[in-house]
């Protein structure tokens, strides 16, 4: 039969992920001959040459399989009409790889099921090694330090290959082939364990070492792919009481990693989608909600009816539990408040030094760092709380092309950055809270270090219109350095638009729900109701959460209490209830006294119409939490406390023209909140809100004639708040839409502002 000769086009995540030796592999296979090569646009090009049969099956193999990571968005086959002139099937290395623009750098992955097998078998060339990794697998993001990503672009160039790995990465038939991190015990990275000075305890096995001394109640810090976590026991209490210390962290939850599904469940209820989410090759936290037979220490999640749990993803948590029974170990990132996480070995040493016990170190260089991602479901839909570690930086795939390339780099809390290319985005890993220089450093690396890997000629670079945010000084700055376009957008319009480039909606009614944001006339927002459309870069305010004081301005987000007693106190005297409550005044009497001061005189009261602290004053109300120790405690507990709640305490949402009312309704629970239980009146607060905004919004959507109402902003991730807008919409005959691909939260807004800048404005 007669040689045929086919050109193939790939696109989608196929660089960086084993495509093109799987090519190799299904070529070879079936006789053919020919070439793979990247192309600059992130695709693949495949040209085969052999007989009509033989490429039938190579067609049906490129469908049918693939690598684990690849993505496939498009192919596209042409037969060529030139005369065969291959003599065997070979992969080109493109010259211009390093050129390429908007390339897909992968994300880190966990563990494969052969690295595991490979991990436990004795016989095993890499048995019981830590750092095993394939193709399919291992470290990616946290250890490129350039373009193209080869092994002398990465912080695995201090590591030379032997002959046996080398014989692995040559051989396009291995699962290793141009496998970048490939490794073993004889040449790859090392473990060793340390004091808590970083004096030399032992470099012969110190990872089960350290799984005993977990399980001994020592608290360990581990060096993971992406920086440090700071590990102990799950069940022993005194390490967790020394962690609440040292961290300065009396309540916020530690996420914890279990060894298996079946520990997790002696603890926490997993549905279906949980289960796919906790074993997927990104390996998120999951928060699950926590069962009956909890039986690991409260002082994991404190007041929480949920519990932030992972899945061992390197070969090194997997031996953390080879030699331990514990079913779990806390594993929280080891960041000092309000800096990036740690990832250098002298970095954590001093940082670290006071908190723990031992450091279980390895020599491989991490060049970027990340956190694990944190991911909710509300029902079968997944929140994103965190989307960093196994997602960041791979982009966001949009429907439609931007008309201007952007960088954004977020807000102030939480923070991501991102590089808007086209239809892809590339949202940073999570960056945290940027408020001291330390955060801003790594902000102003991790941007640049986006705009290089994606190799984006930025025009434009938006950043939130706060005047005093250090984002917005950074934003300043390299506006002025680069010649770029400066943009400001107002935080809950880059929540909304975020939302509606998500689901490319042209219009939308946008809900959003959270602690602060600068408004346009310079207020304190967070509870809002947007008009917006994409043919205009600008939006309406078409209504709001009624206007309450706070007292003493910031102190009244760290105390409930001042914001309750600011809003009750219009109406009736709250001191008999302040005094009551004394204890949980830092100053006690005196600072009650100076507070009354103020709701008398009535003059100068910073306003808001957060919905963040209207939950957080309910809180305060309900008994529930007194102080914010960490982002959105008063209103998480509120949440885990409405959980158990029926609704038999109801109240009808008062609305007055463009505002819901919010006053009356904490009155309603101060007077009824010895008569009901605390779970029924933290149900009807949320219900309150809930269907208060929801109604308002229907309204002006039918106004307006827009059919799509959205839910975003921090709150968006309170899964009550959520379906019951969702009853009161869809009940209207709308649709309504939540947030899927990006955090609801402020890690979504560099997303937001980007979109506005690419596809808002004209
Ligand atoms: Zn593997
Ligand atoms: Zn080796
Ligand atoms: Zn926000």
Not at 160 to 167: G, I, L, V
Not at 183 to 191: N, S
Request: hydrophobic share 35%; aromatic share 8%; glycine share 8%.
């Amino acid at each position: 039969m007669a040689a045929v000769r086919v050109k193939i086009n790939v696109t989608g995540i196929v660089q960086g992920v084993g495509y093109r030796p799987f090519i190799y592999r299904i070529a070879t296979q079936n006789g053919l001959k020919g070439y793979v090569k990247n192309r600059g646009d992130a695709g693949v090009e495949i040209l085969i040459e052999g007989d009509q049969n033989a490429i039938k099956n190579f067609l049906r193999d490129l469908k049918k399989k693939k690598p684990p990571l690849a993505r496939i968005y498009g192919i596209t086959t042409a037969k060529l009409a030139e005369k065969p002139e291959y003599e065997n099937f070979a992969i080109y290395r493109s010259s211009n790889e390093a050129e390429l623009s908007g390339s897909t750098i992968p994300p880190d992955v966990a563990i494969c099921g052969d690295c595991l097998e490979e991990l436990k078998n004795p016989k095993d060339p890499r048995y019981d090694y830590f750092f095993i990794t394939c193709t399919n697998c291992g470290p990616r993001y946290t250890t490129i330090e350039k373009l193209p990503y080869d092994r002398d672009n990465t912080t695995m160039m201090d590591f030379p290959m032997c002959d046996f790995c080398r014989s692995e990465y040559t051989d396009p038939l291995n699962r290793r082939f141009h496998a970048q991190t490939v490794a073993c015990p004889k040449c790859g990275p090392k473990a060793y364990l340390t004091t808590s000075e970083g004096k030399l305890i032992t470099r012969k096995d110190p990872i089960h070492q350290a799984g005993k001394l977990l399980s001994d109640g020592k608290i360990v810090a581990i060096k993971g792919y992406g920086g440090f976590h700071l590990a102990a026991s799950a069940t022993e209490e005194r390490p967790l009481i020394r962690l609440r210390e040292t961290k300065h962290r009396s309540q916020k939850p530690f996420a914890v990693m279990a060894r298996s599904l079946e520990a997790i469940r002696t603890f926490a209820n997993i549905s279906k989608k949980e289960k796919e989410l906790l074993t997927s090759y990104a390996r998120p936290i999951v928060l699950l909600d926590r069962s009956k037979a909890y039986a690991l220490s409260e002082l994991i999640a404190p007041g929480l009816h949920n519990i932030g749990v992972m899945l061992p993803y390197t070969g090194l948590h997997y031996m953390l539990f080879d030699e331990a029974d514990d079913v779990a170990f806390v594993m929280t990132s080891a960041n000092p408040p309000s800096q990036p996480i740690t990832k250098d070995n002298e970095e954590a040493l001093k940082m670290l030094g006071d908190t723990v016990d031992y450091f279980l170190f390895h020599d491989r260089r991490i060049a970027y760092r990340c956190d694990d991602s944190v991911i909710r479901m509300h029902g079968s839909r997944p929140v994103f709380i965190r989307r960093s570690r196994g997602y960041a930086p791979a982009p966001i795939r949009l429907r439609e092309k931007a008309k201007r390339r952007v960088i954004s780099l977020g807000g102030e809390l939480n923070n991501t950055s991102c590089v808007l290319l086209e239809n892809k985005a590339f949202i940073s890993q999570h960056i945290g809270d940027v408020e001291n220089v330390e955060s801003k450093a790594f902000l102003e690396e991790a941007t640049r270090h986006l705009i290089h890997l994606t190799n984006s000629k930025i025009e434009t670079i938006a950043c939130d219109l706060h005047p005093k945010f250090t984002t917005t000084q950074l934003a300043h700055e390299l506006a002025e350095e680069n010649g770029w376009q400066l943009i400001q957008v107002q935080h809950h319009y880059a929540h909304v638009a975020a939302l509606m480039i998500e689901y490319n909606a042209d219009e939308m009614v946008g809900i959003c729900c959270d602690g602060y944001g600068y408004g346009t006339d310079g207020e304190a927002w967070g509870g809002e109701i947007l008009l917006c459309t994409r043919g205009s870069a600008d939006f309406e305010r078409i209504a709001h959460l009624e206007k309450q004081p706070m007292l003493g301005a910031d102190l009244a987000t760290r105390y409930p209490l001042r914001m309750a007693a600011g809003i009750l106190g219009k109406e009736i005297d709250v001191e008999p209830w302040l005094m009551g409550l004394k204890q949980h005044f830092p100053h006690g009497e005196q600072e009650i006294q100076t507070i009354l001061g103020q709701l008398r005189s009535n003059r100068n009261l910073t306003e808001t119409t957060s919905c963040g602290r209207i939950l957080d004053a309910v809180s305060a109300i309900l008994d529930v939490c007194y102080e914010r120790t960490y982002e959105g405690e008063p209103a998480m507990k509120l949440e885990s406390a409405a959980m158990e709640g029926k609704h038999f305490f109801k109240l009808e949402p008062i609305i007055e023209g463009n505002r819901l009312e919010t006053t009356h309704m904490l009155l309603e629970l101060f007077r009824n909140r010895h008569k009901h239980s605390k779970p029924d009146l933290a149900c009807c607060a949320h219900l309150y809100l809930a269907r208060g905004l929801a109604e308002l919004a229907v309204e002006k959507a039918l106004e307006n004639e827009i059919r799509t109402i959205g839910f975003s902003g921090g709150a968006a991730c309170n899964e009550i708040l959520a379906s019951a807008m969702r009853r009161v919409v869809e009940t209207a005959g709308l649709r309504f839409l939540v947030h899927e691909a990006v955090p609801p939260g402020d890690g979504g807004i560099s997303f937001g502002q980007a979109v506005v800048g690419g596809f808002f404005q004209s």
